[in-house]
């Protein structure tokens, strides 16, 4: 039996909530750092609810329309995290900017995951406007929260390319596969200490450095791997 000390994780969601899937399933691992300890959602039709609680991790809707103001609705949001005793947010497609006071309070302890290559296409439409731009390479970003949108210290990062004749689906279901395979990493590092953030940094210590190993899951390459058809890939590349 193991007896790992795991984070207690907390997850924000919106919608069908797949990064949620994603750190599910790692958790479910006894080896793995964190344990998902409850999913709170601002719709209450969202489709994440019901697969958490299938897998019995306690969900609850705590929607914006049941409050009178922002403030509110993210002090409702903080109090069932409280109640949680969570240790450690991670936001999964939650679609909702929050109060920077709530942010404040949980700033080095939330994490986010973004559909691009940080700093580059903060907010939304991200894939669209990858395609608009004709850019080569897409990918995604794990990052701190701060007040500012999609601005945190950078945790872990992987990239894909974009594809000629790739569409906007394409494109999203690409970078989608590898947020699935980055997310778990970067959560694994903070709950195990080896990120944190300080002077407004990412900050680490303690990675493994050999080509296989956690530093190296920093950029993730292993998730443009799996993400891609490794032929198409050969042809794209000169």
Known sequence: MSTLTKKRVAIL?????????????AAADPDYPAEIVGVVSDKADAAGLGIAA???????????????????HDAAIDAALTKLDAEIVALAGYMRLLTAPF???????MINIHPALLPSLKGLDTHRRALEAGMRVHGCTVHFVTPEMDDGPIIAQAA???MLGDD????AARVLKAEH???PKALRLVAEGKVRMQ???AVFSGLAEDPAGEASSLFSPGALRDAVDLEALARFTP
């Open 13 to 25: 969601i919106s919608g069908r909530g797949s990064n949620m899937s994603a750190l599910l399933a």
């Open 160 to 162: 894909v390319p974009v």
């Open 54 to 72: 299938a897998r019995g991790v306690p969900a609850q809707a705590i929607a914006r329309a049941d409050h009178a103001s922002k403030d509110a």
């Open 168 to 171: 906007e689906d394409a494109l």
């Open 103 to 109: 942010v404040e309070k949980w700033q080095g302890r």
């Open 199 to 201: 002077g407004g940094r």
């Open 181 to 183: 395979r980055l997310y």
